[in-house]
């Protein structure tokens, strides 16, 4: 028997598909003119310092992703330095444009007055490129090999490293905080292939007795990054590159981390593991996004205020 579709039939399939372009329409709006400025702090605590040494405040920026005109990101940026933190670290991609290096530099401005160090990403060197969205969905993600629009990356740098910065590219250097010595180690943008394991400074110029952190700093996470800085000796590893995700599924999370990092880690304070050693491993989400890519849903930009405390003296 052959049937038809009623007119009231035909009428309803319209409308649900009325409804669901205007579902999307609107979640796209929101995804690329609110969500991707609603910034924010997250703080986390932890309790690794040795006993004894005063509490070290960490604000770690992550993927500013900064061009021109972003006045909005910049005045937030600025807000910052009311935190008075002890230390800065800023984990790369600072740049999303040829010409965004005197705006991020204006809105930097009031933080660079503070300690810091900093480690870069492929987008401190190169500019996005426009492609396929459903490209970066793309859960194999491997790192970048072809080339692409230099940015003035040196120019950054030396105003970073002007103001006291420390750059931490394939190096490693201690900065001293009251009584407290903070070892570093840094590598250049593991997405790019450029990562060079230093391992962490010996102690020779202080005493390897006194109270000490280690603390590594990379772009992108990738597994064997975590590793390796691990097996060194790290007590804090701090990344990001991830965005969080950049678009997530509410009560799931991200679906992809751009990197070989598992999603569930893409965003937060997690422990990475590695033999019987844990270190805490903290994942900005970052505070920009590709300017080819101008969306966060359910993925708030951030900043991350780490508060170190002493361990128990047991």
């Known amino acids: 028997m052959q049937t038809t579709d009623s007119p009231r039939t035909g009428a309803a399939l319209g409308w649900t598909a009325g409804l669901a372009v205007t579902a999307a329409a609107a979640t796209f709006g929101y995804a690329s003119l609110v969500e991707r400025t609603l910034f924010q702090l997250r703080e986390e605590t932890l ?17 500013i992703h900064m061009t021109p005109h972003q006045k909005s990101k910049a005045e937030w940026l ?14 790369g991609d600072n740049l999303s444009h040829p010409k965004a290096v005197a705006p991020l530099l204006e809105a930097l401005a009031p933080l660079l007055k503070f300690p810091g160090v900093f480690v870069p990403g492929s987008n401190d060197y190169y500019a996005p490129r426009l492609r396929n969205p459903f490209g970066y969905l793309n859960t194999s993600a491997k790192p970048i090999t072809k080339p692409r629009r230099d940015l003035p990356w040196a120019e950054l740098f030396s105003a970073f490293g002007a103001a006291g910065w420390i750059d931490l590219t394939n190096r490693s250097q201690s900065i001293g905080f ?17 990562d ?19 603390v590594a700093v990379a772009h992108a996470p990738y597994q064997r ?70 969306v966060r849903f359910a993925c708030r930009p951030e900043a ?11």
């Open 47 to 63: 309790r690794i310092l040795p006993p004894g040494v005063k509490p070290l405040r960490v604000l770690h920026l992550s993927d």
């Open 78 to 91: 600025k807000g910052l330095a009311r935190l008075d933190p002890d230390l800065v670290v800023n984990t």
């Open 178 to 194: 009251n009584n407290l010595r903070v070892d570093f180690t840094g590598v250049d943008d593991p997405h790019l292939n450029r």
């Open 196 to 214: 060079q394991y230093a391992p962490y400074p010996n102690g020779s110029s202080t005493s390897a007795q006194a109270p000490h952190l280690r």
């Open 225 to 294: 990054v975590l590793d390796y800085f691990t097996e060194g000796g790290a007590e804090l590893i701090l990344a990001g590159h991830t965005h969080g995700g950049q678009v997530c599924i509410p009560g799931y999370g991200a679906l992809i981390s751009n990197c070989d990092l598992p999603t569930w880690r893409a965003r937060g304070l997690t422990p990475w593991e590695l033999g019987a050693r844990q270190v805490p491993l903290n994942v900005s989400a970052g505070i920009g996004t590709s300017r080819f890519a101008p």
């Open 304 to 314: 991350v205020l780490l508060t170190l405390t002493p361990r128990d003296r047991t």
